[in-house]
């Protein structure tokens, strides 16, 4: 299988596994013809790629002061499977070198700037050290997700033994190109009812459906709905960087979506789907039909029982605007966190150099218990109480008191009393799927959609994706499971986009996830669900491990901290197909994970 999932070659030398210099990442801010993760899919080659290879003539608007070109390196000063980052003068790029032969392309993921020379190469793609985005080294085109732009590639040549690199200067400014997309050929008076494509939810399942659609050819409507007032954003930056704005976080403008004809209408909340009539009504009356279906409504909290419910300042954290206001009420002040959830913990982290005081209350005895193990948790545990979180574990809200309205104390069922002047509730959440239950869509016990391999429901025309499906997960024998993470969104969106199309793809990707606090990241990959056992490589005290979960004798899952790119290796190892077993990584000894990409 090409793309990202090709399978790696054993390393025969060791190479012991060293720690990356302390990362820059600041996460509240802002092919060569291989196959993708979508194997099946016919690749975006229909309207041209629009990557900047110098390989063809240049048009004439092109005037050569827009370029630059660069000596630099010596032929000899690249290995096979070796990555440089180098300098042009005008900006950077990152060289490579595979098989023999040279390509360079931007440096930086264009997701959150991670450098790419970091990051993992094999097979004819690079792989993010951060988040496990993949770009292919010919094209630039993104292959994996998360993100939602491609990489400008450049022109390499070598002359008298010296790498040339000849590079447009716009280009190595951005660092990014969107793929050129189809434009709507229909004649469309937006009161009209009716759209071939409509998508109910703005996140990234739902942006990714409707910039494929495009990308393939699409040229009929597509119109996208959301509860929201914002375009698209970046919602996983909110519980980082609770002062940040929703432009700020946007992901796509509205000027974007109009130029390529994907129409936006904001504040829709859908309440019935009728299938036979192929209808979705929202909640101000608006009645629209539909040829094709996309559900990705998300998830929304967990419903809480305890009393003074009426009790103003008391937030679910769903938008810029409640971040916003949990920033500025807890400022000197004291904040409770209810749930040790990655969103409640990302909040108390957050909060820390800004309230007096940061209480966090949680069922369990240590966070992440569920996801991360217990020895993970504690280590966790430790950093926010140096930062002077304290939590009050195995314990849940009895009442909220306020005075005229305004909360003044959360009390627990343990009868503790904690002052607060704002409270966020991050005890988890549940599919947003209440609405469809007249309307037959197949739905589990828990209110996830079920979906097949298609992204299809039990209802014809009808495609989810995102945080509210449960779908076939290969590596678990196409077992039916939930995976909530940003990353699998996208995924979801793209093969529900092409499957609208006509055009066979599965899912072919490993589930990646993190979360950032106090200037320090936890990445994830793999899906470790009913793992038996952890493996600890590294120094937990010292936040700088590598923890590997199986079940029964194979890894399933990685974790780490101060270790990239490890968590992108494992995804590489994981993706190719090939099985990571329990005894590998017992040792100590994991310099076979440690891939210098093709020979």
Same mark, same amino acid.
């Given at each position: 299988?090409?793309?990202?999932?090709?399978?790696?070659?054993?390393?025969?030398?060791?190479?012991?596994?060293?720690?990356?210099?302390?990362?820059? %990442?600041?996460?509240?801010?802002?092919?060569?013809?291989?196959?993708?993760?979508?194997?099946?899919?016919?690749?975006?080659?229909?309207?041209?790629?629009?990557?900047?290879?110098?390989?063809?003539?240049?048009?004439?608007?092109?005037?050569?002061?827009?370029?630059?070109?660069?000596?630099?390196?010596?032929?000899?000063?690249?290995?096979?499977?070796?990555?440089?980052?180098?300098?042009?003068?005008?900006?950077?790029?990152?060289?490579?070198?595979?098989?023999?032969?040279?390509?360079?392309?931007?440096?930086?993921?264009?997701?959150?700037?991670?450098?790419?020379?970091?990051?993992?190469?094999?097979?004819?793609?690079?792989?993010?050290?951060?988040?496990?985005?993949?770009?292919?080294?010919?094209?630039?085109?993104?292959?994996?997700?998360?993100?939602?732009?491609?990489?400008?590639?450049?022109?390499?040549?070598?002359?008298?033994?010296?790498?040339?690199? /000849?590079?447009?200067?716009?280009?190595? =400014?951005?660092?990014?190109?969107?793929?050129?997309?189809?434009?709507? #050929?229909?004649?469309?008076?937006?009161?009209?009812?009716?759209?071939?494509?409509?998508?109910?939810?703005?996140?990234?399942?739902?942006?990714?459906?409707?910039?494929?659609?495009?990308?393939?050819?699409?040229?009929?409507?597509?119109?996208?709905?959301?509860?929201?007032?914002?375009?698209?954003?970046?919602?996983?930056?909110?519980?980082?960087?609770?002062?940040?704005?929703?432009?700020?976080?946007?992901?796509? #403008?509205?000027?974007?979506?109009?130029?390529?004809?994907?129409?936006?209408?904001?504040?829709?909340? +859908?309440?019935?789907?009728?299938?036979?009539?192929?209808?979705?009504?929202?909640?101000?009356?608006?009645?629209? %039909?539909?040829?094709?279906?996309?559900?990705?409504?998300?998830?929304?909290?967990?419903?809480?029982?305890?009393?003074?419910?009426?009790?103003?300042?008391?937030?679910?954290?769903?938008?810029?605007?409640? +971040?916003?206001?949990?920033? /500025?009420?807890?400022?000197?002040?004291?904040?409770?966190?209810?749930?040790?959830?990655?969103?409640?913990?990302?909040?108390?982290?957050?909060?820390?150099?800004?309230?007096?005081?940061?209480?966090?209350?949680?069922?369990?005895?240590?966070?992440?218990?569920?996801?991360?193990? %217990?020895?993970?948790?504690?280590?966790?545990?430790?950093?926010?109480?140096?930062?002077?979180?304290?939590?009050?574990?195995?314990?849940?809200?009895? %009442?909220?008191?306020?005075?005229?309205?305004?909360?003044?104390?959360?009390?627990?069922? #343990?009868?503790?009393?904690?002052?607060?002047?704002?409270?966020?509730?991050?005890?988890?959440?549940?599919?947003?799927?209440?609405?469809?239950?007249?309307?037959?869509?197949?739905?589990?016990?828990?209110?996830?959609?079920?979906?097949?391999?298609?992204? =299809?429901?039990?209802?014809?025309?009808?495609?989810?994706?995102?945080?509210?499906?449960?779908?076939?997960?290969?590596?678990?024998?196409?077992?039916?499971?939930?995976?909530?993470?940003?990353?699998?969104?996208?995924?979801?969106?793209?093969?529900?986009?092409?499957?609208?199309?006509?055009?066979? +793809?599965?899912?072919?990707?490993?589930?990646?996830?993190?979360?950032?606090?106090?200037?320090?990241?936890?990445?994830?990959?793999?899906?470790?669900?009913?793992?038996?056992?952890?493996?600890? =490589?590294?120094?937990?005290?010292?936040?700088?491990?590598?923890?590997?979960?199986?079940? #029964?004798?194979?890894?399933?899952?990685?974790?780490?901290?101060?270790?990239?790119?490890?968590?992108?290796?494992? +995804?590489?190892?994981?993706?190719?197909?090939?099985?990571?077993?329990?005894?590998?990584?017992?040792?100590?000894?994991?310099?076979?994970?440690?891939?210098?990409?093709?020979?």
């Amino acid at each position: 299988m090409g793309g990202c999932f090709s399978k790696p070659k054993p390393v025969e030398v060791k190479v012991e596994l060293s720690l990356l210099e302390k990362e820059k %990442e600041v996460d509240g801010l802002s092919p060569n013809g291989k196959a993708s993760p979508f194997a099946d899919s016919r690749p975006n080659g229909a309207l041209g790629h629009g990557s900047d290879d110098d390989s063809t003539p240049l048009p004439l608007y092109h005037k050569p002061r827009d370029y630059v070109e660069a000596s630099v390196c010596h032929v000899k000063d690249l290995e096979n499977g070796q990555m440089r980052e180098v300098d042009l003068g005008s900006g950077r790029a990152l060289l490579i070198k595979e098989h023999g032969e040279f390509s360079a392309m931007a440096h930086k993921c264009p997701h959150y700037g991670a450098p790419l020379v970091k990051g993992v190469l094999s097979k004819g793609h690079v792989r993010c050290p951060w988040h496990g985005a993949c770009f292919n080294i010919a094209t630039g085109d993104l292959e994996d997700f998360p993100g939602l732009d491609s990489l400008p590639t450049f022109q390499v040549r070598v002359e008298k033994d010296k790498v040339i690199i /000849r590079a447009n200067k716009q280009a190595l =400014q951005s660092q990014k190109r969107s793929k050129p997309m189809a434009r709507c #050929s229909a004649v469309i008076n937006s009161s009209m009812g009716f759209s071939h494509v409509l998508i109910i939810g703005s996140g990234p399942a739902g942006l990714v459906c409707a910039e494929t659609l495009r990308q393939e050819g699409f040229t009929d409507r597509i119109v996208m709905c959301t509860m929201d007032r914002h375009p698209p954003y970046d919602r996983p930056k909110l519980s980082k960087s609770l002062d940040s704005t929703a432009e700020q976080l946007r992901l796509r #403008s509205m000027e974007f979506l109009q130029d390529h004809d994907i129409e936006l209408l904001t504040e829709k909340e +859908a309440v019935a789907i009728d299938v036979k009539t192929r209808s979705v009504t929202f909640e101000d009356g608006l009645r629209m %039909e539909y040829r094709k279906l996309f559900i990705a409504t998300g998830s929304k909290p967990k419903p809480m029982i305890y009393k003074g419910k009426d009790v103003r300042n008391v937030f679910h954290l769903r938008t810029p605007e409640d +971040a916003n206001s949990i920033a /500025r009420l807890a400022n000197n002040k004291n904040a409770v966190i209810v749930g040790t959830s990655f969103v409640g913990m990302e909040v108390a982290a957050a909060l820390t150099d800004k309230a007096h005081s940061v209480s966090v209350i949680g069922i369990e005895t240590v966070p992440f218990k569920k996801a991360l193990g %217990e020895k993970v948790g504690k280590a966790i545990m430790k950093l926010f109480e140096v930062n002077r979180v304290k939590f009050y574990m195995l314990n849940e809200v009895a %009442e909220m008191i306020g005075h005229h309205g305004q909360l003044k104390e959360v009390v627990l069922k #343990s009868g503790k009393v904690l002052r607060a002047d704002a409270c966020v509730i991050g005890a988890g959440s549940i599919p947003a799927t209440g609405f469809l239950k007249p309307s037959g869509i197949h739905m589990d016990s828990k209110g996830f959609i079920t979906v097949n391999k298609m992204m =299809q429901t039990s209802a014809e025309g009808v495609f989810a994706g995102g945080d509210v499906v449960v779908f076939p997960f290969p590596p678990r024998n196409n077992k039916k499971v939930n995976i909530p993470h940003w990353q699998m969104a996208h995924v979801h969106g793209r093969v529900a986009a092409l499957s609208m199309m006509g055009r066979a +793809a599965e899912i072919q990707t490993v589930p990646y996830f993190w979360s950032a606090m106090f200037g320090k990241t936890i990445r994830y990959a793999g899906y470790g669900e009913g793992f038996d056992d952890v493996i600890i =490589q590294g120094d937990l005290d010292e936040l700088r491990f590598v923890a590997f979960y199986t079940r #029964s004798e194979e890894v399933v899952a990685v974790a780490s901290m101060n270790y990239d790119p490890i968590v992108s290796r494992v +995804a590489e190892v994981l993706g190719s197909g090939k099985t990571i077993k329990k005894r590998d990584v017992e040792t100590g000894d994991i310099s076979w994970l440690i891939d210098k990409g093709s020979q």
